[in-house]
């Protein structure tokens, strides 16, 4: 499996981290530092596809994904998917470290079309040398709205929201040290292994159930993307005020799965990983309200094959 492939995996999997807290109200915390981030502005001309062709998965085929420049092959993935990580995940044309894994909500979409039964296989050529991101991103988009006849908007709304802030006793991160591990190329998604074996990828990884105990490593991580890592009952605003990156190590008791998400993934309950937050890291997340941005479909078709 390609390291972009293993990515898209543990993006699944991470709904599995959380949570509900016990504070009913807001409390006050130091205004977000203006952080140095990568240019993801779409690109400024549309993009599509040379030739692309568009099927529907009528196996259990594992979803997958291949590529090289100019070429991208899709096997049985998700519908739902597609549009997350066209209009999400690589809508700049690169892969976006601060959404490690779909977070925005998508209304107005279909039942046919978040179903199980929903998987394409899609193989399409560019008409040159594309990165994998770009053809992730805006020629799915254009491929999306052509074959699909998708028309979706983008929305942004004051919506419920858990804020983190710092404990009144200052965080307990500890900074990612240089050379500790390698960032990701947003331009070069093919890379599967870091330059030095020794040093890993700074990417996010999926909680570890070891008996009793679920564990949570990640390297070279910010407190947006860990924020979004945070799978609650509504959305987890970064107002730390820190830049990062961090190193963060967090251990809490494994709790039974109280219910199921979409795919099967399992919603644990909330209890023990925000206080293992609070005491562990030094952070608290307690309600209130911010801006949230939706992804409205208008319209969407089943494709006709080819």
Request: aromatic residues 8%.
């Amino acid at each position: 499996m390609t390291y972009v492939a293993r990515l898209a995996t543990m993006a699944f999997f991470l709904t599995c981290s959380l949570l509900a807290v016990p504070q009913d109200r807001p409390a006050p915390g130091p205004s977000p530092a203006v952080r140095q981030v990568p240019d993801i502005s779409p690109p400024s001309h549309k993009m599509s596809f040379e030739v692309a062709s568009v099927r529907l998965c009528r196996d259990g085929t594992p979803s997958a994904i291949h590529a090289s420049p100019g070429w991208l092959g899709i096997t049985c993935w998700p519908l739902r998917r597609l549009i997350e990580d066209a209009y999400e995940v690589f809508a700049s044309g690169k892969f976006d470290p601060r959404y490690p894994l779909p977070y925005t909500p998508i209304e107005g979409i279909p039942d046919w079309a978040k179903s199980k039964s929903a998987r394409y296989s899609i193989t399409a050529k560019a008409e040159g040398p594309e990165t994998q991101g770009a053809m992730r991103g805006p020629l799915m988009q254009a491929l999306l709205e052509d074959r699909f006849h998708l028309r979706i908007r983008s929305e942004t709304r004051e919506a419920p929201a858990y804020l983190m802030t710092v404990g009144e006793r200052g965080s307990n991160l500890t900074v990612t040290k240089p050379g500790t591990c390698e960032f990701i190329d947003q331009t070069d998604l093919s890379k599967t292994k870091p330059d030095k074996p020794d040093i890993p990828f700074c990417i996010v990884t999926p909680p570890v159930r070891k008996g009793e105990r679920m564990v949570y490593d990640v390297r070279g991580i910010g407190m947006d993307v860990f924020a979004k890592t945070l799978r609650l009952d509504r959305p987890v605003i970064d107002q730390t005020g820190l830049t990062g990156p961090f190193d963060i190590h967090l251990e809490w008791i494994y709790e039974e799965a109280a219910s199921s998400l979409p795919d099967g993934i399992p919603d644990l309950p909330y209890n023990n990983i925000v206080m293992a937050i609070r005491k562990q890291l030094g952070l608290r997340l307690v309600r209130g309200t911010g801006p949230r941005e939706f992804l409205v479909i208008d319209h969407i078709e089943k494709p006709s094959e080819n």
